[in-house]
């Protein structure tokens, strides 16, 4: 049996390498700035189903996150699922600066926030809850309106990025 101890027994890396062997999908939360009327958005992996009635979900951003400022002052937002063909618009929302949305398709959600081309689904939403966590911030939303298409996730896993595999049926195709 183990013995509990009064210090911190987990560094921030060790965290990170066993936290990094759990598989997730990709989000983009998109929305346009009030003030400039640009869209606006950031990558995440964390992210869940929080309840169906109301209907809410949740992801997380760090404290230092210069985007997420920006989203929430739009009021409302898109959480894109990204499909797996989407890991070069992944990079691009997760990377630091101003010109996220050069070259990446998008349009409208009924909110007006950033539905981007080719998202595995979307999930039309709104502020509802923030709840300081450490080093992250997580936020709670619910959400308005919501689409799905049939495509595959990207995933995140151990620091890459990567595909479901999918075993071939017996006739040949992919199941």
């Known amino acids: 049996m183990s013995q509990m101890t009064d ?3 987990v560094d921030g890396a060790s965290m ?3 936290l990094g062997h759990f598989a997730t999908g990709v989000v983009a939360i998109t929305g ?3 003030d400039s009327g640009e ?7 964390s992210f869940t189903s929080v309840s169906l009635d109301p209907p809410l979900v949740a992801f997380c951003v760090g404290l230092t996150s210069t985007s997420w400022p920006l989203v929430r002052a739009a009021g409302r937002f898109t959480i894109n699922i990204l499909a797996d063909s989407q890991e070069a618009v992944c990079r691009r929302l997760a990377s630091p600066g101003a010109d996220k949305f050069r070259d990446v398709d998008w349009t409208p959600a009924p909110s007006g926030a ?3 081309t080719g998202a595995l689904a979307w999930i ?3 502020l509802d809850a923030e709840h300081a966590a450490g080093d ?4 709670v939303a619910r959400a308005h309106h919501l689409r799905a298409s049939d495509q595959e996730p990207l995933l995140f896993y151990r620091g890459g990025y990567g595909r479901i ?3 071939e049926d017996p006739a040949g195709g992919v199941v």
């Open 16 to 18: 990170r390498h066993v």
């Open 124 to 126: 039309d939403a709104e």
């Open 7 to 9: 210090g911190p027994i």
């Open 39 to 45: 869209p606006v958005g950031l990558a995440a992996n």
């Open 114 to 116: 950033p539905v981007l």
């Open 32 to 34: 346009i700035h009030p």
């Open 136 to 139: 992250h911030t997580i936020v």
């Open 165 to 167: 595999a999918r075993p």
